[in-house]
């Protein structure tokens, strides 16, 4: 799994001279429960890294690098260490900067600490990377120093940088992950995310230029971490050993439904009908629908969701890099859910938001023609299991998802017993309010010809 550690060291390499202020303690690790940490991964697993360009704005003015790579190490699935590289950077005036020992134009950082974190901005809590310096020069715990021809010495310090994992989402298997770290504006200095969970500090980077006054410094980066092909660890929130009910991972209880038979990286694929997303200014359709997934165990899993022939009358919806009028989601987490309403409880599903974008984690973006940019998101999707029935084998299983009404922008099914959660969809049309939204279409997954698992309840305690 990839992890945008580099980009993040890419965008402070390539700004501003940083003053060195002191760091978090080395040992002070991501323990608390709520953190995210990667299931899978042990000590003395090694990655790479790559991304684009990377730029830290400071006191000079805005350093850019056109490549960033990195190389790194596991201590535990909460903590590690990595070493960032910079190349083809260069000064607000055009002149390269490099670092002692370099070829030129290339800035690399010392050993810097890092740790899996929960962040927190505006109310909103995202999984996140926490990384710190590493070894001190004469000023004290640094990330890294450069030169830039006829501007001067660049020493970039401050405590930490923080940063938000992108992909994959929570419960998501992927030897893949990637992390983005952003100012709170275009040429700001300060960045967007400084605060994570449990902890009152406030991280930043600082700028030095030629020895004189620290300045706050930002760094704009996104980079992909990269396990082994054979390594998939699995994104968490709650440390290994402790349950967290509200605000963790979602887990099943007694009453829900479990498919027997199916085992970890049991893999189907899905068709459907038409489908129809209701948002305030109207409705939205799509002609077809197909899916493709992957189960972790009898209860949970992944699936990514494609629909073709989209948008409103006379106009064509689509995700960037998909074909015209075609929408993809992110890959999004599911739970089998035993799903209640107006009394009656039936077997369901529960699909949770994937991949962060800027505004949370979110189920998919896509633009309409003449109608703006949509961004969809909120907190889940249920829909109930129509087929096959309780105790029957069967290779296919059906799903269905509906509004309360014709129109409606409200789901039919918001609530799964043992919890007290109320689930819904929120679109965005370009920047705009966030409003509910309803979904309706019908899905049949199908498993290989050969697999006939059974639609069980988990047996009560």
């Given at each position: 799994?990839m ?8 965008c ?54 056109k ?49 899996l ?29 450069f ?24 419960g ?7 992390i ?21 500090t406030?991280?930043d ?120 009028g075609t ?56 829909g ?24 409606s ?7 799964v017993?043992?919890?007290e ?15 509910t ?25």
């Amino acid at each position: 799994m990839m992890i945008k550690k580099t980009i993040l060291a890419a965008c402070i390499a390539v700004v501003a001279p940083v003053a060195l202020p002191t760091v978090a303690p080395a040992e002070e690790e991501a323990t608390n429960p709520g953190d995210p940490y990667l299931e899978g991964v042990t000590a003395g697993t090694k990655f790479t890294a790559a991304g684009g360009e990377a730029k830290l704005t400071g006191a000079p003015g805005t350093v850019k690098c056109k490549k960033n790579s990195a190389t790194g190490e596991f201590e535990n699935p909460e903590t590690g260490s990595i070493k960032l590289i910079f190349e083809e950077c260069t000064s607000p005036i055009g002149t390269a900067c490099t670092t002692s020992g370099s070829s030129s134009g290339k800035i690399t950082t010392t050993t810097l600490p890092f740790h899996l974190k929960t962040v927190e901005h505006g109310g909103v809590k995202k999984s996140g990377i926490l990384i710190t310096p590493g070894a001190n020069n004469e000023h004290g715990p640094h990330f890294f120093t450069f030169e830039c021809g006829f501007v001067g010495k660049i020493e970039v310090g401050g405590n930490g940088l923080v940063g938000t994992i992108t992909s994959p989402g929570e419960g998501v298997a992927s030897n893949e992950a990637t992390i983005s770290f952003s100012s709170t504006e275009a040429g700001s200095t300060t960045q967007t995310h400084r605060k994570v969970l449990n902890d009152e500090t406030e991280y930043d980077l600082k700028s030095r230029l030629n020895g004189a006054e620290t300045k706050t410094a930002a760094a704009n980066a996104a980079d992909t971490i990269k396990l082994a092909e054979a390594m998939k660890p699995t994104l968490r929130t709650t440390p290994p050993g402790e349950e967290e009910e509200e605000g963790g991972e979602v887990t099943n209880h007694p009453g829900d439904p479990l498919l027997e038979g199916v085992t970890a990286g049991t893999q189907f694929t899905a068709t459907g009908w038409e489908e129809r997303e209701t948002f305030a200014f109207g409705t939205l359709g799509c002609k077809k629908s197909s899916a493709s997934g992957e189960f972790f165990d009898p209860e949970t899993g992944s699936i990514k969701l494609t629909f073709e022939e989209c948008g409103p009358p006379n106009a064509r919806c689509t995700t960037p890099g998909s074909p015209s009028g075609t929408i993809t989601t992110t890959t999004l987490p599911f739970h089998l859910k035993t799903v209640e309403h107006e009394g009656e409880e039936k077997p369901g599903i529960l699909i949770t938001p994937g991949a962060n974008n800027e505004h949370g984690p979110h189920f998919a973006t896509f633009s309409c023609v003449s109608v703006g940019t949509f961004e969809v998101g909120g907190n889940g999707l249920l829909g109930t299991i129509t087929n096959p029935g309780e105790g029957v084998a069967s290779n296919e299983l059906t799903i269905s998802f509906s509004s309360a009404a014709a129109g409606s922008t409200t789901q039919t099914h918001r609530k799964v017993i043992n919890d007290e959660t109320e689930y819904d969809l929120k679109a965005r049309t370009s920047g705009g309010e966030t409003k509910t939204t309803a979904l309706d279409f019908e899905e049949t997954i199908q498993l290989a010809e050969g697999m006939e698992p059974t639609l069980r309840t988990t047996p009560l305690e």
